[in-house]
């Protein structure tokens, strides 16, 4: 958009460049008068330097220098720049010339108004301030002697308004001035629900206000209490928002509609539950207020009085017949709300008054998914069979579970075990885990597949967050740590924690996962460990199969030059050809060449007779102490080595954790361990 021009109030011919106004909001009138000079002389010099006349000081607006004065009779002497006055004139305004009128407020709060010309310039300036007229100062002053005297007169005009569509009623209606409304209502008896630009009506400014004497001056007067502002908010919906009884009362008992609702559908019910005020709201339901009369969200009052915790006026609702089930439009009831909210009393009352806990939302999740989720912070403690010290975010989980049905659970196609882990609630967790909920459960297929990796168990949350505590609560309660398509024992060994790799190791994590989706000649658990050498040993004494990496396809035959493959998504769609990736493919990319030496030492421990590709060689041949290495891959291997694998094969991983019990030699038992050069890893 091409910039504007604006010229600033004291000035004539002086223009501002900018692209909206509320740029300028927050400067000083001193600092937008300075700004407009500033940029007037820029745009003088550019002006003139095209006409040929940029030397001449009165055509960049800047004045002329000092110059002797002439005689009193010189014709020049009506030429000298006069004195700059305080309050220049400002450039008169032509409606007719202006296309756009737009109002802002400067940073030391003075309202300016920016009329924008259909040439393109805009001038600024100060917005004029409204005259009072006389029998509006009057009614500000409290005068009631000149209000009585003015609206004698006959040039006197009650219905004339002020800009804001204001008339003498509205004055002394909100400024609490009842015996000026008294006067004003005689003279003029019609004009009593006269409304301003935004709808509002005497009565409804008084009760704004709280002027109780007002209200009821204008009620006395035929004012319509059901006449809404632009928001559609009665004087009823806004007494109930002031919590004023007496104003309620009174205008309920003028005949003031009790159901009628505002433009998000609110009653006066909804109003006046949110604040918690019963007494207010029995006199909404004596009068006829509907109970379950929803908004447009298709929130009822008892969902309100949930969601922001009110149990007094949860307690009125049920007692007046509100429908403790009811659902909004999402789904959601005042038990779910409850709990999403972490209203505690709220969630013990509703239960107490056998409120379905097994009611799911659109999105599937019942209340008890979103208590898992959430936690909740309050007070300690000890109920629903739960006997932690410290229960504080336990306790409406707690509350839940005897009222919660399993297979309910299971058809909506996630556990709170799943949210509790997602969201690291070691304590719900281990809730959860001992009221018998199942740590194997898995995603539902639509549900898995929001993620990328289509993760599905409970544990593989706990291992992705690095959350050891509930990885090892998991597995202690049987978690099976092979359930997932990207197994967890790859994400552990991907962030490189020895902790979370032992306890998956431990509990029969597969050592030779595969990602499926990735096809690879070896185990992609050797590849996510090839920089930490202590958890590539690790893997190999627990039985990953070291020689599925020297089993190259090319053996000593030229290799294809390494192909740079783009990341792949973990989609079930995916029409790229999927090749099976080698060993020395993975190892030869810049991530790991310059470990390659070490990498394949401690995969030579445990293989027999191999025989190393011509990409491999070529590594090992690249640096000079690496020669060593690859003498140790070249036939026969030594007779111990063969024995050891020959004899760990026999026994079997699981026997081989055991064997320090055995009665064998120390010596021995670390050679079958590959302990013996356990020092430099």
């Known amino acids: 958009m091409a910039a504007a021009h604006v010229s600033m109030p004291g000035t004539t011919g002086t223009n501002l460049e900018f692209a909206d106004y509320s740029l300028y909001s927050n400067l000083s009138d001193d600092e937008l008068m300075q700004l407009a000079i500033e940029r007037s002389i820029a745009d003088a010099r550019s002006s003139g330097s095209g006409s040929g ?132 209502l005689r003279a003029q008896p019609g004009m009593v629900n006269r409304r301003t630009l935004k709808g509002k009506t005497a009565l409804m400014l008084a009760v704004s206000r709280e002027q109780l004497a007002c209200v009821e001056c204008l009620l006395e007067n035929a004012a319509d209490p059901d006449i809404a502002n632009e928001e559609r908010e009665t004087p009823l919906y806004k007494a109930c928002e002031k919590e004023n009884p007496a104003m309620v009362a009174m205008l309920l008992n003028y005949g003031a509609s009790v159901n009628k609702n505002c433009i998000q559908g609110w009653t006066a019910l909804h109003e006046s539950v949110c604040r918690n005020n019963v007494e207010i709201s029995e006199m909404l339901v004596k009068a006829g207020a509907k109970i379950n009369m929803p908004n447009i969200y ?66 599937g999740l019942m209340p008890i998914h979103i208590a898992a989720q959430r936690g909740n912070d309050g007070k300690d403690l000890i109920t629903y069979g739960c006997t932690r010290k410290n229960a504080s975010e336990t306790n409406i989980v707690c509350m839940l579970i005897p009222a919660t049905s399993k297979a309910r659970v299971r058809r ?26 199942d740590v194997n459960a898995t ?63 431990e509990h029969g994590a597969n050592v030779n996962a595969y990602i499926p989706t990735h096809p690879t000649a070896f185990p992609a658990t050797v590849m996510f460990c090839m920089k930490y050498l202590t958890l590539l040993k690790y893997l190999m004494d627990n039985g990953c199969d070291a020689w599925s990496c020297f089993n190259c396809v090319y053996g000593s035959n030229p290799h294809p030059p390494i192909k740079i493959r783009r990341n792949v998504r973990y989609d079930t769609d995916e029409t790229m050809e999927k090749t099976c990736v080698q060993f020395c493919e993975v190892i030869s990319t810049e991530s790991f060449s310059h470990w390659a030496g070490p990498i394949i030492d401690v995969l030579l ?32 291997r030594p007779l111990m080595q063969l024995c050891r694998l020959k004899i760990r094969k026999l026994l079997g991983i699981k026997r081989l954790k055991k064997i320090s019990k055995l009665p064998l030699p120390p010596r021995l038992i670390k050679f079958l361990n590959h302990q013996e050069r356990e020092q430099e890893f």
């Not at 549900?447 to 509930?470: G, K, Q, T, W």
Request: with cysteine.
């Open 298 to 363: 298709g929130i009822t009052p008892i969902f309100v009085a949930a969601q922001s915790g009110k149990v007094d006026a949860l307690r009125m609702l049920l007692k007046n017949g509100a429908d403790l089930n009811s659902q909004a439009a999402d789904g959601a009831t005042a038990l779910y709300e409850a709990c999403k909210n972490g209203h505690e009393d709220v969630v013990e009352f509703l239960l107490s008054q056998n409120a379905d806990a097994n009611k799911p939302g659109k999105s």
């Open 53 to 184: 006349n940029s030397n001449n000081p009165a055509a960049m607006n800047i004045p002329a220098a000092p110059r002797q004065a002439p005689p009193p009779h010189h014709p020049q002497q009506q030429l000298e720049p006069a004195a700059c006055p305080a309050n220049p004139p400002r450039e008169t305004i032509d409606p007719q010339g202006v296309c756009l009128v737009s109002h802002f407020v400067t940073g030391s709060g003075k309202r300016m108004v920016a009329y924008r010309r259909y040439d393109g310039t805009t001038q600024v300036e100060p917005e004029p301030e409204e005259e009072l007229e006389p029998i509006v100062k009057a009614i500000l002053d409290g005068d009631v002697g000149t209000v009585r005297r003015l609206v004698k007169q006959p040039d006197c005009n009650l219905l004339t308004p002020n800009k804001d569509g204001w008339i003498p009623l509205h004055e002394a209606a909100y400024y609490g001035q009842e015996q000026c409304i008294k006067i004003l």
């Open 443 to 505: 995603l539902s297929e639509d549900r898995s597949m929001m993620y990328e990796d289509r993760r599905s168990s409970a544990l593989y949350f706990a291992v992705m967050n690095n959350n050891i505590d509930a990885t090892t609560m998991l597995l202690e309660a049987g978690a099976n740590p092979n359930l997932d398509t990207f197994n967890p024992l790859l994400v552990a060994l991907r962030q490189g924690c020895i902790q979370t790799v032992n306890l998956l190791v």
């Open 412 to 437: 909506s196609g996630i556990s709170p075990i799943h949210l509790a882990a997602e969201r690291n609630r070691n304590d719900i967790l281990e809730v959860l885990i001992e009221a018998g909920f």
């Open 605 to 636: 421990d445990y293989v027999g007779h191999v025989k190393l590709c011509a990409r491999l060689i070529e590594h090992l041949d690249s640096y000079h102490k690496w020669q060593g290495i690859k003498e140790k891959s070249m036939p026969p």
